[in-house]
């Protein structure tokens, strides 16, 4: 069993994901031992990326903002070494799979799994050409995780029984309230039926009583862009409030 398949052996999980070198490595490293000590269960990095199309605006601009700041693949390879003397838990990359390419697809999940990253999400690479990067990854005993959306949906059974560690479940761009609750419950549902694996949910969440309320759907619940907006608020003084955030977050995800 790896850190993944046991992290949510143990219930209901809070996954952050940050942008690596936002606003800077030094940051990046100080937020990482804060959200770990605030109790998240998995930990999410982005690798930035200079058009990351599958981002919003929030996000997007945190690439920017690392990027300018310097941030390379290099320099998160060697953060995550630094930490992962302290930091238990599973630590993912989310990166875009030109960024893989370039860097050279045998050498980057090598270096990844090196480094202590347990799994890689590459949310622009379509699932059915997924095996010139699942290859390497199972070689190195990286997990490759599934992404899906309703629009996925003709999809999802195959999808679901191919795929291993969680699957990363988004929501449907435009559809609010009632009706996204609704659409991604099926969603789900539909997973969960072709396969027994966790799910992690990523639908915008920015408040305790949404986080609740997601956990009641699926296993995991995934919050990006409320800290990234925490770390754009306030740069390199951002520990503290995103520490702050992490724990109101931990503390409705677990009382779920």
Known sequence: MNRIDEAFSSGKLFIPFITGGDPDIETTEKLLYALNKAGADIIGIGIPFSDPIAEGP????????????????????????????????????????????????????????????????????????????????????????????????????NMAENSHGFIYCISSLGVTGDDLSNRNRRMVEQIKKAKNIPCAVDFGISAPEQAREIAEIGDGVIIESAIVSIIAEYGQNSVEPVAKFAKEMKAAISNS
Do not use: W
């Open 58 to 157: 929030v996000i997007e601009a945190a690439h920017e903002r690392a990027l300018k700041a310097g941030c390379t693949v290099e320099k998160l390879f060697n953060l995550v070494s630094r930490v992962r003397a302290d930091i238990k838990i599973p630590i993912l990359f989310m990166t875009y799979y030109n960024s893989v390419f370039a860097y050279g697809v045998p050498k980057f999940t090598s270096q990844s799994a090196k480094c202590g990253i347990d799994g890689l999400i590459v949310p622009d690479l379509p699932f059915r050409e997924r095996e010139e990067l699942l290859r390497p990854c199972i070689s190195s005993e990286l997990v490759l995780i599934s992404v899906v959306s309703p629009a996925s949906e003709a999809r999802i059974a």
